[in-house]
């Protein structure tokens, strides 16, 4: 069946640091390929999508490739803040409008 | 436009008591979703309705978990008898024939 698979955290950056999130996803078809973020206390909100191959979601400084070959829909980001440790999940869409979820990965950043 | 709303925000019972939890989607958004996010995980798909009828509710504990929505509109999720593994935060998110998903704030049970 579909999966994804994210990496674990937390992942503990400085702020201004560069930021990697990895997500790798197995499914049958071309699926739709979302982040999601959770701020400490509140519900999930999107961050970006692409819809597909080799699209590029961005928002908020934060950037992903939808990339086929490789399976994978890592998130980056060139400076991180305070303001963006949170908990962020990959997820895809599959045939039945349902997402599929990462575990999710812990991002702190320290001042 | 008026984002998913949910409520309550917080809720405690003891074991053994019954509890539920209201979602209000977007407005003209077909597809609502109910899920359940225990701490630490990510969420967890209990049930999806098309207007007023059941997708899938493979992962809803039948026995004592039900939902409903009458009128294709908003929607209500209910525990009897809630058990001390239900404790998590209870997401409803709606979407309007996409795959992107909106999300409500949750409501977030503990249970004594």
């Known amino acids: 069946g579909d999966s994804v698979t994210q990496m674990e955290g937390p992942v503990t950056l400085s702020e201004e640091a560069f930021l990697t999130i990895n997500c790798t996803y197995t499914?049958?078809?071309?699926?739709?390929l979302f982040w999601y973020v959770q701020y400490p206390g509140e519900g999930l909100q999107l961050l970006l999508k692409a819809t597909k191959a080799d699209d590029k979601g961005s928002n908020k400084g934060f950037e992903a490739t939808y990339r086929k070959e490789t399976t994978s829909f890592h998130l980056e980001k060139g400076s991180v803040q305070v303001s963006d440790s949170a908990v962020y999940f990959c997820a895809l869409s599959n045939s039945n409008y349902q997402l599929i979820w990462g575990a999710g990965t812990k991002l702190i950043i320290k001042p | 436009e008026a984002g998913v709303a949910q409520s309550p925000r917080y809720k405690i019972i003891e074991k053994r008591q019954s509890v539920a939890f209201w979602c209000n989607p977007i407005s003209g958004h077909a597809t609502l979703y109910w899920y359940q996010q225990i701490l630490g995980q990510g969420p967890k798909l209990l049930i999806q309705f098309q207007n007023n009828g059941v997708v899938d509710d493979s992962q809803l504990p039948k026995d004592r978990f039900s939902a409903e929505r009458l009128k294709g509109v908003d929607s209500t999720l209910k525990i009897q008898p809630a058990k001390l593994e239900d404790s998590a935060v209870y997401l409803c998110?709606?979407?309007?024939?996409?795959?992107?998903?909106?999300f409500g704030p949750g409501t977030r049970l503990t249970v004594l």
């Open positions: 499914a049958t078809g071309y699926p739709s």
């Open positions: 998110a709606s979407s309007s024939f996409s795959h992107e998903q909106f």
